[in-house]
């Protein structure tokens, strides 16, 4: 059985963001490390709202592709620049 804390506790970690509070998210992802030390607080949370955490989540996994594939294509330019050193 759960109490009236924890019972008003799991709707506050349910209900719907309001707009004010998804500007305000974006806005302080927006500042370049507070953001981020809030991206992974957000994310990793277990006392999050599980909208903002569910974002934040997503957020990482496409920065981290986005990281991937930039990575591989700047080492695909590197090996490209040295192969065609090697053969003049």
Known sequence: MTSPAETQQN???QKPLTVGDWILTLIVLSIPVIGLVF??????SSTSNVNRKNYCIAVLILAVIISALFLGLFFMGVFASMMSGIST
Not at 39 to 44: G, I, K, R, S, V
């Open 11 to 13: 709707n506050f970690l």
């Open 39 to 44: 991206l992974l607080y957000w994310a990793l």
